[in-house]
């Protein structure tokens, strides 16, 4: 199975709403980051985590390694958070990530 | 932040054909990556890069794929010969350090079209 599961794997919001993603790992996570991809292919980094959260401006992230799971919370959502949202687990040696499928999130006004 | 350059954004070649994905990765990073997406599916990992060697490589490395990083100049993945299920978008990215904390930094990526 997926090693890392992502949910969920579409997502329509309305302007200004708030959401969360989540991301499941069946691996020994040890960090994990997530990723917007923009409708041209571009992965911006949003977040690098250690086990704890981490805040961005109306992003907000969360990862715990003991019970193997990530999430990142969207708050006050504008049309340019529209993309594909991936996270990614490193769970050893030289920086392989395992990345999960993505949720697509489509905003609307 | 950092940018990592990758050059084509989109080539397309006949089946058989050797072909060069280049990256300009972040100026002072020393680990590099390949990575691969098919279109609609997630990304998955091909290899990774540091001083001159391969450090780790995935089922999805076949034999006809090298790297290299000559010089100090760009990072590259080579194909030859290409099949049509190496069609998708390769990202490249590139690191400060290897294992642990650190922070990947991605290019746009470069689409293959292998007809």
């Known amino acids: 199975g997926d090693k890392v599961k992502q949910s969920p794997s579409a997502l329509s919001l309305q302007e200004g709403t708030n959401s969360a993603l989540r991301c499941n790992f069946s691996i020994a996570a040890t960090t994990v980051q997530w990723f917007l991809?923009?409708?041209?292919?571009?992965?911006?980094?949003?977040?690098?985590?250690?086990?704890?959260?981490?805040?961005?401006?109306?992003?907000?992230?969360?990862?715990?390694?003991?019970?193997?799971?990530?999430?990142?919370?969207?708050?006050?959502?504008?049309?340019?958070?529209?993309?594909?949202?991936?996270?990614?687990?490193?769970?050893?040696?030289?920086?392989?990530?395992?990345?999960?499928?993505?949720?697509?999130?489509?905003?609307?006004? | 932040g950092p940018k990592v350059l990758q050059i084509p954004s989109h080539q397309i070649i006949d089946m058989g054909q050797m072909v060069t994905l280049n990256c300009d990765p972040v100026s002072n990073h020393l680990y590099f990556y390949w990575y691969k997406q098919i279109l609609g599916q997630q990304m998955e990992f091909l290899v990774n890069f540091y001083n001159g060697k391969v450090m780790e490589k995935s089922k999805l490395f076949k034999d006809q794929f090298s790297v290299e990083r000559p010089d100090g100049s760009y990072f590259t993945l080579k194909i030859q010969p290409t099949a049509l299920e190496d069609s998708a978008v390769y990202f490249c990215a590139s690191s400060s350090t290897g294992g642990s904390q650190n922070t990947l930094y991605f290019g746009a990526g470069t689409r293959l079209s292998v007809l």
């Open chain 1, 37 to 109: 991809q923009n409708p041209r292919g571009s992965l911006m980094n949003l977040f690098y985590l250690v086990p704890g959260t981490k805040e961005n401006g109306r992003l907000k992230s969360a990862f715990d390694s003991k019970e193997s799971y990530s999430t990142l919370h969207i708050r006050d959502a504008q049309l340019e958070d529209s993309g594909t949202y991936f996270c990614a687990a490193e769970g050893g040696s030289n920086a392989k990530l395992t990345f999960g499928k993505g949720t697509k999130l489509s905003v609307k006004s």
